[in-house]
Nanobody
Framework: QVQLVESGGGLVQAGGSLRLSCAAS????????MGWFRQAPGKEREFVAT????????DYADSVKGRFTISRDNAKNTVYLQVDMLKPEDTAVYYC????????????????WGQGTQVTVAS
């Protein structure tokens, strides 16, 4: 059974930083693109960032460009999301997801999802 497990969330003051991790277990993720999405209370899940298998291709939502950085370590089957200069509006549950093929900004194109990690930014 393939699993994606997120970690690294927490409570942080505005302007602070966190590093979210997503560890994949159960299989090697050769050829898989990874993505981060988030969902705030009462809102739809939204795209945050995506990265291709080699790590050479990345894309970000406009709202996080310049503040968030996605990366991956394929030897560890782990993808990271460094979140800096956090704002209260970044408060959400953050989910990682995997899809075979090219990176995508569309949640419905991802076939594997983690359980999420809560990020709360206090003003």
């Amino acid at each position: 059974q393939v699993q994606l497990v997120e970690s690294g969330g927490g409570l942080v003051q505005a302007g602070g930083s966190l590093r979210l991790s997503c560890a994949a277990s159960g299989r090697a993720f050769s050829g898989y693109a990874m993505g981060w999405f988030r969902q705030a209370p009462g809102k739809e899940r939204e795209f945050v960032a995506t990265i291709g298998w080699s790590g050479g291709t990345t894309d970000y939502a406009d709202s996080v460009k310049g503040r968030f950085t996605i990366s991956r370590d394929n030897a560890k089957n782990t993808v990271y999301l460094q979140v800096d200069m956090l704002k209260p509006e970044d408060t959400a549950v953050y989910y990682c997801a995997a899809r075979f093929g090219l990176p995508s900004t569309y949640a419905h194109q991802y076939t594997l999802w983690g359980q999420g990690t809560q990020v709360t930014v206090a003003s």
